[in-house]
Structure formats: structure tokens, C-alpha cells
């Protein structure tokens, strides 16, 4: 049955239930179940809802977002990257509805989880009806990129929003249960992102501006950017645009700057997202500055070494995976290996279609390891292991920044906007755990290595997709 769109609801004589003063019809076959959901203005089929959530899906991989070549595409994988795109985002969409309709009525009825809520609603009901049909045409890959786009601004601000929402609603959740919630959503949410903005990103380099679609002719020889993949990301670029950032948050909240030492391997490169590259070196900045200055050591120098790992054996790559799914349909998630192979885009090892729909990587994944030393006290013994709580903060939550939309200014910086708009040095706590969501994702990871009373070490390491041929 379809949700009925949101209206005060009262209960009258003779158990008559009535929305905003019309009668409901039917009433006998309303169950008690069907209003166990929040109410919202989005006509959707809880049955379709239940039907994708549940049904079989497997990690994303890098290779996932490299399967259709570099830009300019050609016209057929262009329409092969949107309908990739279109098989993937409605089930993903359906469970975050699910997930969020599993939390207790009272935390998803408070506006800002609520309108998270109905944001999923909107985008789900939004792309099932492309999903009923193939796209085929350039006409139907531009109207599905432009609703791809809006949607994606949409939820831009899905994490200030939670966890203002969540703050609100403390006295009626468990900081355990948050933490659940939130990773398991975060964590799902850069998947989904990804996907879309990939194709956004692959469109837009694919079309002149009149848009009519390029050539190779027309390609830029000079760009490493494979949609939102940086294939030769240099760490130690991102470290100077994201100390200059912090230094001046700092400076305004201080009065002083520490400095930033690089040493290691300052040219290494590797191939990654820069935007992800980009929050995490924030975050793990800012923690450093901050204690740095609070501990009375700004003059000391904030260490920062990068090392390039030996190249590692590659399972991003689609040519490896496949050999690994006949011996182990499951070893890459749910799903049978036919599943894998046609959301890939092949059949028995082979790609779909008239030629290859990606480019092919190399046997190796060169992996990046950068430490951050500062000698800022280090982490009391007492509080190190809720580090990775979402919403730990050691900052009062009463004293935070709120912009005019009702956003957390300290988390801005994480809406997907854009990683240089807080206005504070510290946030709701979101910093270290999504920032080892972020690493995690691809195989990555952080850790941290307190020395109480002098100074903290924290190690991120982040796997790369490999060497791209072509």
C-alpha cells in the first residue's frame, strides 16, 4: 500500500480515523503494521521498497568505477554508465529507507531525520520508473543525468542534518545504537554517491558545452581525472591545500599557527578519489593543530611522512575477480557469480557488448601509508576508546555553531559540498570515524598510536586502485 502523504491524523468517535479532516476508506484493511512507517509526501510501494532492500548486492570496487574507459566516452558507454548507474542506486536507496524505518518512530519523526527520510523517499520514487526500462538513447542518458544531478544536491547535506537530528533526539537513543546506525549508513552513503557523482563526472567530460559528445581527437591529453578518480593524486599536494586551510581555522580560533613538516616521499603518487583524500587529511590535521596549540607546543613542528608501499597482488581488478568468483561465488558479497558478472557488464569472463566497457588495470595496487606526528599530549587513556564513537566530541554540543539553516557549521565540511567550508575547529565528533569509513572503504584504514603526556601518532593508509593502462 502505497504511504499516505503527511497530514495530522486524530482519532474520533467510533474509531473513525481521519487525515486532515477527510475520511480514510477502508479502514478494515488498514493494519496495525501499515502505520509502523513515518508519514511522508512520497507515493511509493512498500513492497518494491521490501523487494530491492533485500535483494542481493555486492561491495563496490574502484574497478567499478573505471569498468567504462576513460572520458570522452563513446556513445554507447556513456548509455552503458548510465544504465551501470540506474541498476545500482534504487536498491541502495531502498535500503537506507529500510534502515531508517527500523529506528525507534520518535527518533525518525524529529524534522531533520525526518527530512533525511523523505529525501530518500523523493530519490527513490524518483529513479524507479527509469529502472522499469533500458536507457538507450542520448536524449533519455541527458534527462537522466540533469534528475541525477538534482538528486544528488538533494542529499548533500544528509550528514550535518543526521547529526543535528540524532543530537536532538539523544534522550530517546542509545549512543551505541547511533554509532550502528551511523556507521552502517555512512559507510553505505559514499557507495552511493560515488556511483552517481562517477556518472556525472564522466558525462560532463564526455560533452562539449554545446552539448555535442567529443572525440578522441578533442581529449585532454594532460588530464589524469577518470570521473572522480585521480589516477596520479599526489598526497603531499593535498597536505599543503589542507594545512593552509587549517592553519588559517587555527590562526582565527588561536591566534597561532603551527607549522607543517613533509618529509618521506613527497612525489609519490597513487590513483584515488582526492575528495575523500581530502576530508581525511583534515580532519586528522585539525585533531593535531588543536591539541598542538592547547598543549602549549605551537612551536613545535607537525610531522608529516608519506611512504608508497611495495606494489600488492590486485583484487580491484575485473580480470582477477571473476577467477576468484568461480571458486568463490560469495567471496566478493552476496549473489551468484552470474549476478556478478552481468552487473559487471559480462557473460562467462566476457565483456557485453560490441567491445570492452573498461579499461584494464595492472596486476598491482600500489598502497600509500602517510603518518601525522604531533606532539600535542597525546589521548587520555580514559576517553581512547571512544575515539570512534560517532558523536563524541570533547567539545560542549550547546556551544556549536549553528548556521542559518539549521546545519552545523563544523560539519559543512563533510556534506559532500565541498571540504573548506567549517567555521570551527571542532565538530559533533564525526571527524575520526568517518574519516576511517572513508579510508576503509577501499581497503584502507587508520590508526592511531597514543604516547600519554607527550604527543599522538596516527597512521592513514589507503589502497589504490592500481596502474591504469591507456
Not at 566516452?73 to 540506474?86: C, I, V, Y
Not at 529506528?103 to 531525520?113: A, E, K, R, T, Y
Not at 583484487?315 to 552476496?334: D, H, R, Y
Not at 566530541?393 to 556551544?399: A, I, L, R, V, Y
Request: aromatic share 6%; hydrophobic share 35%.
Amino acid at each position: 500500500m502505497a504511504l499516505l502523504q503527511a497530514k495530522p491524523l486524530r482519532i474520533v468517535a467510533g474509531s473513525r480515523l481521519i487525515a486532515g479532516g477527510t475520511s480514510l476508506r477502508s479502514l478494515s484493511s488498514i493494519t496495525t503494521s501499515s502505520w509502523s512507517y513515518p508519514p511522508s509526501a512520497s507515493d511509493v510501494s512498500n513492497d518494491e521498497i521490501t523487494r530491492l532492500s533485500t535483494s542481493p548486492r555486492r561491495p563496490l570496487t574502484l574497478a567499478d568505477l573505471l569498468r567504462h574507459g576513460r572520458p570522452p566516452l563513446t556513445r554507447d558507454a556513456l548509455l552503458a554508465s548510465a544504465n551501470f548507474t540506474l541498476s545500482l542506486l534504487p536498491a541502495r536507496l531502498a535500503c537506507r529507507i529500510q534502515a531508517l524505518r527500523n529506528l525507534p518512530f520518535i527518533v525518525v519523526s524529529n524534522p531533520h531525520i525526518s527530512q533525511i527520510y523523505n529525501n530518500y523517499l523523493h530519490s527513490f520514487t524518483t529513479l524507479v520508473p527509469f529502472q522499469k526500462r533500458r536507457i538507450s538513447t542520448a536524449e533519455e542518458e541527458k534527462q537522466f543525468t540533469e534528475i541525477m544531478a538534482d538528486l544528488v544536491q538533494t542529499h548533500d547535506n544528509t550528514i550535518p542534518v543526521l547529526a543535528r537530528g540524532f543530537l536532538e533526539c539523544r534522550k530517546y537513543i542509545s549512543p551505541a545504537e547511533v554509532t550502528a546506525f551511523l556507521d552502517e549508513h555512512l559507510r553505505a552513503r559514499i557507495g552511493t554517491r560515488l556511483i552517481a557523482q562517477q556518472h556525472l563526472a564522466l558525462h560532463h567530460a564526455s560533452l562539449s558545452e554545446n552539448g555535442e559528445l567529443l572525440t578522441s581527437r578533442d581529449k585532454n591529453v594532460l588530464s589524469n581525472y577518470i570521473g572522480v578518480i585521480d589516477t596520479a593524486l599526489k598526497p603531499a599536494r593535498l597536505i599543503k591545500v589542507c594545512e593552509e586551510f587549517v592553519a588559517e581555522i587555527c590562526e582565527l580560533k588561536y591566534g597561532v599557527r603551527p607549522r607543517v613538516v613533509i618529509n618521506g616521499e613527497p612525489e609519490a603518487t597513487f590513483a584515488h578519489i582526492p575528495v575523500h583524500v581530502e576530508y581525511i587529511l583534515t580532519e586528522l590535521l585539525k585533531n593535531a593543530f588543536r591539541a598542538t596549540v592547547e598543549a602549549g607546543n605551537e612551536r613545535e613542528p607537525i610531522e608529516v611522512t608519506i611512504a608508497s608501499a611495495p606494489n600488492m597482488p590486485s583484487t580491484n581488478s575485473i580480470e582477477q575477480a571473476v577467477p576468484e568468483l568461480e571458486k568463490s561465488p560469495n567471496s566478493l558479497g552476496t549473489g551468484s557469480q552470474n549476478d556478478f558478472q552481468m552487473s559487471m557488464g559480462m557473460h562467462k569472463g566476457r565483456p557485453l557488448g560490441p567491445g570492452p566497457m573498461f579499461e584494464p588495470l595492472k596486476s598491482s595496487a600500489q598502497s600509500i601509508t602517510i603518518r601525522i606526528r604531533d606532539r600535542g599530549g597525546g589521548i587520555p587513556p580514559e576517553i581512547l576508546s571512544d575515539i570512534w564513537s560517532y558523536s563524541y566530541s570533547t567539545f560542549n554540543s550547546d556551544e556549536l555553531p549553528v548556521s542559518d539553516n539549521g546545519n552545523v557549521d563544523a560539519l559543512n565540511a563533510i556534506s559532500g559540498s565541498g571540504g573548506h567550508n567549517a567555521s570551527t575547529i571542532a565538530g559533533l565528533g564525526y571527524g575520526l570515524p568517518l574519516g576511517r569509513a572513508y579510508a576503509e572503504y577501499f581497503g584502507g584504514g587508520i590508526d592511531i598510536q597514543s604516547l600519554w603526556g607527550w604527543g599522538t601518532d596516527v597512521y592513514l593508509t589507503l589502497q589504490g586502485v592500481g596502474k591504469v593502462q591507456g
